[in-house]
């Protein structure tokens, strides 16, 4: 079956560092993958959309990247901020019976420090 | 303002009965979907809906039940089948199952047995 990883739970890292989230696919290949960012208690909101054949997309201080090869896509977030601290969503269009859903991984919850 | 609104935000339910989500989206979007989140967990999908009068199951349809008689409306009712209801339930709509653009999220509906 299809399966979506997330490569921590939790990630710390100082402000105005680097952080960088990754999320590994498997049993599938998937047109598109999406980043979202979900805080305590609130539904997620749209980050990003990448295309399979699209090797990096940017908005702002955020890029993601999408491997095809790797079955791989990495989140990065420039420039880190305490505002920052969230837990943040991948998600990929699996084909189902009457269209495609979106499936999502387990998230990872990124805390950035002052 | 368009969006995507769920209601009520917290909902306790007491053993042995039914209960109904209510999902309201006004951005003129095809399709939509409900999705359950547990403590730590990513979002699982439940139901989804692509056209009016039609709806799809997803992972983890059993013990829940839903309606798509309009466009805008996509209820949820949690039947007393489903065991271990507790959980936080996201609706969710997005253009066109075809048209792979982002989903826009409702603020959540905290469901509690008591």
């Known amino acids: 079956s299809q399966k979506i990883e997330q490569n921590s739970e939790a990630l710390n890292i100082q402000e105005g560092k680097t952080a960088t989230l990754t999320c590994n696919y498997t049993n599938y290949s998937p047109a598109y993958l999406q980043w979202y960012r979900q805080d305590p208690g609130r539904g997620p909101v749209f980050l990003l959309l990448i295309r399979e054949n699209e090797k990096e997309k940017r908005k702002e201080r955020l890029k993601v990247t999408f491997d095809t090869t790797l079955k791989q896509s990495l989140f990065h977030i420039t420039a880190s901020q305490p505002a920052d601290s969230a837990t943040y969503l991948c998600?990929?269009?699996?084909?189902?019976?009457?269209?495609?859903?979106?499936?999502f991984g387990k998230g990872t919850t990124l805390s950035v420090s002052s | 303002d368009g969006g995507i609104t769920q209601s009520p935000k917290y909902l306790f339910r007491k053993e042995g009965q039914n209960v109904t989500l209510s999902c309201e989206q006004n951005l003129n979007h095809d399709a939509m979907y409900w999705y359950r989140q547990d403590p730590g967990q990513g979002l699982r999908l439940i139901y989804y809906s692509q056209i009016v009068n039609d709806f799809q199951k997803g992972d983890i349809a059993e013990g829940y039940s839903v309606s798509r008689e309009k466009k805008e409306s996509f209820p949820l009712t949690v039947t007393s089948a489903q065991k271990n209801p507790t959980a936080f339930y996201l609706c969710a709509s997005s253009i066109d199952l075809g048209v792979r653009t982002e989903a826009f999220f409702g603020q959540g509906t905290r469901l509690t047995v008591v």
């Open positions: 998600a990929l269009d699996m084909f189902r019976q009457a269209g495609t859903a979106l499936i």
